[in-house]
């Protein structure tokens, strides 16, 4: 996973998606790889430009790997070719291949193995409300998910509807 993927993910555990303080997700014990590729100017500017990098986000992540080569903000105007080729190297070329993220607001932990982050979220309290929701599935035969306010609960709703398969 790449810093700039880790730049756009934050907690989306139900009680995280009405704050701000679900992103960034801090990284923990994490194991880094660097690959190096291409240096392409134009690609950079099109996505800082884009306000697609959180730059606040970024600088916490980095500052937080050791690294405190970006200031704490910056103007389009002053993307000059030195911040470009570090940007270049923290978004691109930097890999977190094994270890943790940690959400700020509710603490959850999300591993990342081989390079993917598990993004699912199971906690107590919505693994409460998926299984009262399972209940009702499986009364009313109803073949729709009850628990529709994120993917991410969803998919771990499948889970447990899995689970909950292999019970019956
Ligand atoms: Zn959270």
Known sequence: MRL????????????????????PLALKDVQLEVVEVEYNEG??????????VDWRGLVQTVRSLGDSSL?????????DDDILKKLHHLLLEIHVTQGAMVCPN????????????????????????QR??????????????????????VRSCSQLLADHEVQR
Not at 71 to 79: A, F, K, S
């Open 4 to 23: 700039l993927t880790h730049n756009l993910l934050a907690c989306s555990a139900r009680t995280c998606l009405t704050t701000s303080n679900n992103f």
């Open 43 to 52: 690609f950079l500017k099109g996505l800082m430009g884009g306000g697609k």
């Open 71 to 79: 200031p704490e903000t910056v103007n389009e105007d002053e993307l």
């Open 106 to 129: 509710c603490s959850h932990v999300f591993t990342i193995r081989n390079g993917i982050p598990n993004m699912v979220s199971i906690e107590p309290r919505s693994c409460r409300v």
């Open 132 to 153: 009262r929701s399972l209940v009702l599935w499986f009364s009313s035969r109803s073949l729709q998910c009850s628990l529709t306010h994120c993917v991410p609960l």
